[in-house]
């Protein structure tokens, strides 16, 4: 079950909310069963089609294929997916990272319209931009975020890839498989800013105070008051763990009715060297 957390606080200088990725196909499918036929239900027309999108035509969608319903069970394949389009990488990029589930995509849009009905977050209080991770679940998670936040598009989605846990691992793999920031637009995920050169790029380690300090000063600049961060699963539960081993500061408030589709969500207020998480309950 997950917990939404929220901080309504006048005296704070810079508030953090960090947003855990919605459900995506890989927390449903764990055995990678869910589109393993792709590769044989692509006929060769189709096949030289997505050579040619991809080789001569970078500024039009690529070519799409569908996900096959062989070898899934009933309940997995309703939260599929549909359609996927092209990406470096191919199938194997999309099996390591996948996208968000029908419920995924559910969750998402419910938060974000809770966020805003309750006045948690607005526009003009996010500065010119958002973070998050490479991983595609993260990143389409906070594009639909944004559709309701900011419908305008004024906000820019920037990523971070280091503050990922598991994007140092995938460095060392013979094929990346995280989407580049340019090859977004080709997955229908306009907002984000393709000139936007990381800050955390030159941290190596992967213990998160190294990184989240390095990523501190930039935060502390940040226009906005409330900087967004959407984060996998394994970053959050670092995140939180690191706080917790630090002693930082922990506020509770009162819980209330969960919401199974909820996403999960904290605080991460700075008052000066100060730095406390919020963990209170959005009621549903």
Not at 47 to 56: A, C, D, E, I
Not at 135 to 144: E, I, K, R
Not at 219 to 227: Q, T
Request: hydrophobic share 40%.
């Amino acid at each position: 079950m997950k917990r939404r957390f929220i901080l309504q606080n006048s005296e704070v200088k810079k508030t953090i909310l960090v947003i855990q990725a919605g459900e995506s196909v890989k927390d449903v499918c764990k055995d990678a069963n869910w589109f393993l036929d792709i590769g044989k239900k692509q006929s060769f027309l189709s096949f030289v089609l997505t050579f040619f999108s991809r080789k001569f035509m970078k500024k039009k969608r690529p070519v799409a294929i569908k996900v096959p319903r062989n070898n899934v069970c009933e309940d997995a394949y309703i939260r599929l997916p549909r359609i996927l389009q092209w990406r470096r990488g191919k199938l194997a990029a999309w099996l390591t990272d996948s996208p968000l589930t029908t419920i995924g995509k559910r969750a998402t849009k419910m938060c974000a319209e809770r966020l805003v009905s309750d006045n948690l977050i607005k526009p003009e209080l996010l500065g010119d931009c958002v973070y998050a991770t490479p991983d595609f679940s993260c990143v389409q998670t906070l594009d639909m975020i944004m559709h309701v936040v900011d419908p305008l598009r004024k906000i820019k989605i920037r990523i971070e890839p280091v503050l990922s846990v598991s994007y140092k691992a995938s460095k060392k793999q013979k094929h990346h498989v995280f989407v580049n920031a340019d090859e977004f637009h080709a997955q229908g995920i306009l907002r984000v800013d393709t000139a936007y050169k990381p800050v955390t790029q030159p941290v190596k380690k992967l213990n998160f105070n190294k990184r989240i300090e390095a990523f501190k000063q930039m935060l502390m600049e940040h226009p906005g008051k409330i900087i967004i961060l959407v984060l996998n699963k394994e970053t959050v539960n670092e995140m939180l763990s690191t706080c917790k081993s630090a002693g930082m500061k922990s506020e509770k408030a009162e819980q209330s009715n969960e919401d199974a589709l909820s996403l999960r969500t904290f605080f991460v207020k700075f008052v000066g060297k100060q730095r406390t998480v919020v963990n209170s309950v959005v009621p549903s």
